[in-house]
């Protein structure tokens, strides 16, 4: 019987672990060897370099660059997606709120979540392709056009958009546009979560705040919003990962992939650029440890954070 | 709430509420005017958001069907003179659209099955058998959430490239191996959320059916995995649509060698088409490409929308 067991077991996890052992296990243990070489990639020359291109990472001026514009997704991805959704949210489950029936959802709250979760199930390229026609820097862009045909922008002199190195808020306005379009496709799935979590309040925690005279703002800030807690900090570990990975929007909207004159290079764009168009493999994987060790210090970090004692109804 | 308790509460209420009839006076009017007030402003705000997200989409459906002149004089308009289904023929065809959905179905059809399957295996063994290195393996798997696929990318191709030497089935280019790639990269969020589903399933089920004379194999089969079908939709949806989105693997992986044709998948294509459509101008090609990798989704999702709502979320809030 035993032996039977382990046959089962073994049988179960071959190939799982072997196709994960050779497909992401091995590459990426190259990977931190490869960082440690000045290999480029394609010769057969590889020499150990020790730590070397990890003190140039530090020093690297294009990577400080990178890294701060990580640091800018890193904070208003998260931020603006779930300010906007929870808002969405709330309007959506309280909006309707009459003072006789207590708390009352809008009417078509159905359909609104239908509506706000299409981004969702578009894939990113699509969403990118998308929103290059509507970014295009003529009167044939949806936006332009639009604000032109208003009177709102100067034809001759049309919003720029993703080709904006000019910086706003002392960030670059290109930043901006791509964290417009991550904040769209983002909203309405964070919506709906918030909004389950919302409809899993009790009702009559709600009706009592309504005796008490709570208006619908008191209601969200003092008793929504504490007990969506788990929800939101769960909400911001993912928005987090999903934040350091704009790359796409960066490689099919931005010129050059991560221009205009490196404007909006993020940590992923220097890497690929490095490998492929640089030929200096070893100091990108360098660059993808690093990134790797960023990555799940900020995880544990955020977890460690965003845990407080759950709360049970 | 009873009614009995009604008579009371009406007086803690009446000043909060409009009686019938009641007038505007009365103090509690403005607070109810404010009620509607704020209702009015949720649906504004609401109604604007929702054009916001449909006029962009309906945008490029349109513009799918207008003709090219049109794309340029008319740039904004919903309505297209007539019809152009042309555009979608010479984006099917000449654009290779057609090819490119043939190859993303095979793909995804092979990588979807064989995730569930073995993620599913895996996530079963290591949620309810003990041995050594199961927590090892466990977590090997997880660490794959957190780490960035650009790292692996050079040493991937090369693996890739290496092993296609040996068996070109699993070289560049081809779907097989691109198949087990993508299984290989769904394992780590499949098994942790099925680990959590297995779990929680009942032993005393898989004990009596243990006693009944079946195997540990036929156990799985026919009694836990059924069990599981909630949790097997959802990660089922979970990755049909990670694994539709996929373009950096693709990207990376299905270059063809010694110029024979590529087996591009769609959002591959659809990049290379937005790039190569900005010296050609066919934008009214472009539009239509966009729209058929578009609209069969969002057909699906409509048809199936609170599955999949409720699958997604529950895969993020687990």
Not at chain 1, 83 to 111: I, Q
Not at chain 1, 283 to 292: F, H, I, K, S, T
Request: aromatic fraction near 14%.
């Amino acid at each position: 019987m035993r032996h039977g067991v382990a046959r089962f077991v073994t049988g179960f996890l071959a190939l799982p672990v072997a196709l994960y052992l050779f497909y992401v296990v091995w590459p990426f243990a190259q990977a931190a060897g490869y960082s440690l070489t000045d290999w480029g990639g394609y010769s057969d020359r590889q020499e150990f370099v020790g730590l070397d291109n990890y003190v140039r990472l530090l020093s690297d001026e294009l990577i400080r660059k990178a890294f701060w514009h990580n640091v800018f997704f890193l904070v208003t991805v998260p931020l603006f997606t779930i300010a906007l959704a929870l808002f969405l949210a709330f309007l959506l489950n309280v909006g309707g709120r009459e003072d006789r029936a207590g708390v009352r959802g809008v009417f078509g709250s159905g359909l609104y979540k239908v509506i706000f979760f299409f981004p969702q199930v578009l894939s990113l390229v699509v969403v990118a392709v998308m929103w290059q026609q509507i970014y295009r820097s003529d009167s044939q862009g949806l936006i332009n056009g639009v604000l032109m045909k208003i009177g709102l922008v100067d034809p001759d002199n049309p919003i720029a958009f993703t080709a904006d190195p000019e910086p706003f808020l002392g960030v670059p306005a290109v930043l901006w546009w791509l964290l417009l379009i991550a904040v769209w496709s983002g909203a309405g799935f964070y919506m709906v979560l918030f909004s389950a979590a919302m409809q899993s309040i009790p009702r009559d925690i709600y009706e009592a705040a309504l005796l008490d005279g709570a208006g619908p703002f008191h209601t969200f800030f003092r008793i929504t919003l504490p007990l969506l807690r788990d929800t939101v900090s769960v909400a911001w570990v993912y928005l987090g990962f999903i934040a350091l990975d704009m790359y796409a929007l960066v490689f099919v909207m931005t010129p050059s992939q991560g221009g205009p004159n490196h404007a909006s290079e993020i940590f992923a764009s220097v890497l690929n650029f490095t490998a492929f168009q640089k030929g200096q493999f070893g100091y990108a994987c360098a660059m993808g440890v690093a990134l790797a060790i960023f990555t799940i210090l900020l995880a544990a970090l955020q977890l460690r954070i965003t845990r407080r004692e759950r709360i049970e109804f | 709430m009873s009614t009995v308790t009604h008579p009371s509460e009406g007086s803690t209420r009446t000043d909060r509420r409009t009686p019938p009839g009641g007038r505007t006076a009365r103090p509690g009017a403005g607070r109810n005017l404010g009620g509607r007030v704020f209702a009015g402003f949720s649906h504004l705000f609401l109604v604007v958001w929702a054009v916001m997200v449909i006029y962009p989409l309906l945008w490029v459906v349109m513009s799918a069907f207008k003709s090219d002149s049109e794309v340029i004089r008319e740039p904004l308009s919903l309505i297209p003179d007539r019809l152009h289904w042309d555009n979608f023929s010479r984006a099917w065809g000449a654009g290779h659209l057609g090819a490119f959905f043939l190859n993303t179905v095979l793909v995804l059809a092979g990588s979807v099955f064989l995730t569930m399957l073995l993620g599913s295996m895996a996530a079963y063994v290591l949620a309810r058998y003990e041995f050594r290195g199961n927590r090892l393996i466990y977590y090997m798997f997880l660490s794959g959430l957190t780490l960035p696929i650009y790292l692996a990318a050079v040493p991937l191709f090369k693996g890739v490239y290496n092993m296609g030497i040996v068996l070109p089935l699993l070289g560049p280019n081809r779907h097989f191996m691109l198949i087990l790639v993508y299984v290989a990269w769904s394992l780590s969020f499949t098994i942790f959320f099925m680990h959590s589903f297995f779990q929680t399933l009942p032993d005393s089920i898989a004990e009596a059916a243990l006693v009944d004379g079946a195997s540990h194999t036929r156990l799985f089969f026919s009694v836990m995995l059924p069990m599981a079908r909630p949790g097997l939709i959802s990660i089922g949806i979970f990755n049909v649509l990670g694994q539709w989105n996929q373009w950096y693997l693709p990207t990376l992986l299905m270059q063809s060698v010694a110029g024979e044709p590529k087996n591009q998948v769609i959002a591959q294509g659809l990049i290379e088409l937005s790039v190569n459509q900005g010296y050609r101008s066919d934008w009214s090609g472009l539009f239509a490409g966009v729209t058929m990798a578009m609209l069969p989704v969002l057909i699906v999702y409509i048809v199936f929308q609170r599955q999949v709502q409720s699958g997604l979320t529950a895969g993020v809030s687990k």
